[in-house]
């Protein structure tokens, strides 16, 4: 079986971090900032970043509807952080103007474990993600507050909902491009080749 050609959104974010670990997961790994590059894969990264910018820029550069025709006609998508925000179909605090892709029907809410807490890893034990728990980074992370009846929660951390998956759409509130453990790329690299 060829490579998966797996994009990541280059508008803004951590993206050279996910190249990385998509290579290393095997995919042949894409930077993705204009509808004819997102022609070209198969399945998309939506990193970690600041998910009121990544709106913007995506409006700017007239990916919106692309993004929202692919991921409806079932192109794989993995949203970290900023990127599972932009996978919600409704945001709890929004930004004015801030809109979404969607494509899991749940509700998330931004910068969710608080101040306090802005920042920490945790392992966190992933359905489907074999060899124990992930490090997952959360920096200033989203969690899921409530999920439609089509959705499965992967994972959980400290009572709150922090991955999920509907069809071919993958989200955590955490980045696992930053730990050097890829097993969260291979698994989405998988949902990929499944997908042909
Ligand atoms: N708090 C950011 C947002 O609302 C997400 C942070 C991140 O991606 N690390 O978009």
């Not at 290393?24 to 070209?40: F, I, K, N, S, Y």
């Not at 198969?42 to 009121?52: A, M, Y």
């Not at 993004?67 to 949203?79: D, F, N, Q, S």
Request: glycine share 12%; proline share 5%.
């Amino acid at each position: 079986m060829s490579t998966p050609v797996i994009g990541v959104l280059a508008l803004q974010g951590d993206v050279r971090e996910h190249l990385t670990a998509l290579s290393a997961a095997g995919a042949e790994a894409r930077t993705v900032r204009r509808p004819a590059e997102l022609d070209g894969v198969e399945g998309l990264v939506i990193p970690g970043g600041e998910s009121t910018t990544m709106s913007k820029l995506a409006a700017l550069f007239g990916m919106l509807e692309p993004l929202r025709e692919r991921v409806r006609a079932g192109m794989p998508v993995y949203g970290t952080c900023a990127g599972m925000i932009m996978l919600a179909e409704k945001i709890l605090d929004p930004r004015s103007g801030q809109e979404t892709v969607g494509g899991i029907d749940m509700i998330v809410r931004r910068n969710a474990f608080g101040r306090q807490n802005e920042s920490f890893e945790a392992a966190v034990e992933v359905d489907g993600v074999e060899g124990g728990p992930v490090e997952g980074v959360f920096i200033r992370a989203p969690w899921v507050e409530s999920v439609g009846a089509e959705v499965r929660v992967l994972a959980e951390y400290g009572g709150h909902v922090v991955a999920v998956r509907q069809g071919n759409a993958l989200a955590t509130s955490f980045h696992p491009e930053l730990t050097g453990d890829h097993r969260l790329h291979r698994f989405f690299t998988d949902m990929v080749r499944s997908a042909r």
